[in-house]
């Protein structure tokens, strides 16, 4: 295989510009004759006919030449080429050899290029799905995260933006948010996933149901406690359609194949509305809600029987405080018989 042949390679297998990859090539066998033979002006072309790279001295041409790494005599400078004048720089054949030293720096300068190039195509080709949900699978398990193989590129999913106590497997298809696009690479890294964060969910929530892609129904506030709860405000465009029960579809066609994806999570999702009162009372669900009462927009008194509170409240008092969140204000839960009370401030 000639260097043609390796380069038309690259350019199939890792979709690398040629032109990039000839200069690539070029530049790294001019720095290794250079540091053979830096007393002379070398120059490197990539001959495509013959598929090989041919390397040149550049001298001037003189009448009576003194320095011959430099200078190069009129007479068989016009062989070279017949044009030639007193003055002018010709690029002579340059006939002298490298080593095995110089052979392995032209090898590691080349890589180092191509490596450069490979990056700047993972850039140039992600860029633009930054925030977008991708698909891949899982690669291998590394120190702090998984590696997920995504096309022909790896992407690394960290253990922090991963859904707590998932059992993540070799050869399992995975989807991720696209947290990060990154120039140069990481810990050999340039994609970086997330499966933790609300915005993961909202971008399954567009991939699966095509009113929210169109924006028929919008995603007004959505929040999340990654591998317990999300829960999510949608409201719709169309007085026609009821956006819960678009999202969730029939018999939960369209919400299952997310819980699926998501595990053990559940999704709250809740209409909005005008009455932040009524906001308030569903946010709190499975719960059931007696009264809700909200003082100067900043706190929600909630009346509830006492076997709903533990609802409200839900597991380690996330359920209150997701709730807390989605709506803006601090909730403070009344018990209709005792009058005890249980807050959640807003986080």
Known sequence: ???????????????????????????GVQAAFVKRFPEVNLSVIFNRHSGEVEVFANKIAVYSVQD???????RKARIINPKAEVDE??????????????????????ASKIRDLELAA?????????????????????????????????????????IPQEALKVGRPVKALLKDVLPVARQDYQLILDRASADFVRGLLELEIPEIFEGIVEIKKIVRVAGYKTKAIVASNNSDIDPVGTCVGV???????????????????????????VLVKNSLKPAEIDKVEIVDDRKAFVWLDQDQRSLAIG???????????????EIQLQDLVSNQSEEAVIS
């Open 315 to 329: 597991k380690m008092g996330q359920n209150i405080m997701l709730a807390s969140r989605l709506v803006g204000l």
């Open 251 to 277: 018999g939960g066609g369209r919400i299952k194949p997310i819980l699926k994806e998501l595990g053990q999570e559940k999704i709250d999702l809740i209409e909005q509305t005008e009455s932040l009162d």
């Open 122 to 162: 993972i850039y140039r080709d992600f860029k633009d799905k930054k925030g977008a949900i991708i698909s891949g699978i899982i690669h291998k398990k590394e120190r702090g995260g998984f590696a997920v193989k995504v096309g022909e590129n790896m992407a690394f999913l960290p253990m922090e933006n991963s």
């Open 68 to 74: 011959p790494d430099k200078e190069i005599s009129l």
């Open 1 to 27: 295989m000639n260097l043609s042949d390796v380069i038309e390679t690259l350019i199939e297998e890792r979709g690398l510009d040629k032109d990039a990859v000839v200069s690539a090539v070029c530049q």
């Open 89 to 110: 720089i010709v690029a002579v054949p340059f006939e002298h050899k490298i080593g095995r030293i110089e052979i392995s720096l032209a090898k590691q300068l080349v």
